[in-house]
């Protein structure tokens, strides 16, 4: 069984550029939530989708956002991009919405921002 | 909003010694559990707690779900090398609209051969 995969692994975009971000769930999966693990710090919760919907937001401004689409594969994207945003940005995936029968983690992306 | 108090923040150890690390937080959770993470890759699991005063082991691994559900610790026995990686500690309350894991800081884990 294949893991959660996302695409690229690393990124360097300019300030003020966007970037996209990819994330394959596993198969069956329907839920994906997406963390933010900047240096030194823990992983900070961003989106979660289930079902092509955002059910949570976490504390980010809207210029983070994404979308799920019907595969329930996901795109995470960083507007205006700033310096802070670089970051190991996680993906994880769960086969129930709210219930705990497994987060899987990607491997992330690493998003450098110049 | 919710935040976990992981501690120690960092440790450095011998080779065969055992660990103990815990965390706490501000509110109960309905779930607890324990990830590893080794550089340049996502967080694994390594143990999950569903219900208060659960104490689940997973090879050298222990881990508790504690009685008032705002704690829990993790042991690890007899380390060694492959141990050394930043381990997290997280906790969720399902159902309902959260779904999101919270996440404590890390403790980074260092073995001594």
């Known amino acids: 069984e294949a893991g959660v995969t996302q695409s690229p692994t690393h990124l360097i975009k300019t300030r003020g550029q966007q970037a996209t971000l990819r994330c394959s769930p596993i198969s069956g999966h329907t839920s994906v939530y997406w963390y933010q693990q900047a240096l030194g710090l823990g992983l900070q919760f961003l989106l979660w989708y289930d079902e092509g919907e955002e059910r949570n937001r976490g504390n980010f401004p809207p210029r983070f956002s994404g979308r799920q689409f019907p595969n329930y594969s996901s795109e995470l994207n960083v507007n205006a991009l700033e310096l802070e945003d670089s970051a190991l940005y996680l993906c994880a995936s769960n086969a129930s919405p709210g219930v705990y029968y497994g987060y899987t983690f990607g491997s992330g992306t690493r998003l450098t921002v110049v | 909003g919710q935040q976990l108090n992981q501690s120690p923040q960092s440790m450095f150890i011998q080779e065969g010694e055992d660990v103990s690390m815990n965390c706490t937080s501000s509110?109960?959770?309905?779930?607890w559990l324990w990830y590893k993470q080794d550089p340049g890759e996502g967080p694994v699991l390594l143990i999950a707690l569903y219900k208060a005063g659960e104490l689940t082991s997973n090879g050298r691994l222990t881990a508790q779900f504690g009685i008032t559900r705002k704690d829990s610790f993790l042991n690890i026995s007899a380390s060694i090398p492959s141990d050394v990686g930043i381990y997290f500690c997280a906790g969720m309350n399902y159902g309902g609209s959260q779904g999101n894991l919270i996440f404590g800081k890390g403790t980074k884990l260092s073995v001594k051969p």
């Open positions: 509110s109960i959770f309905n779930t």
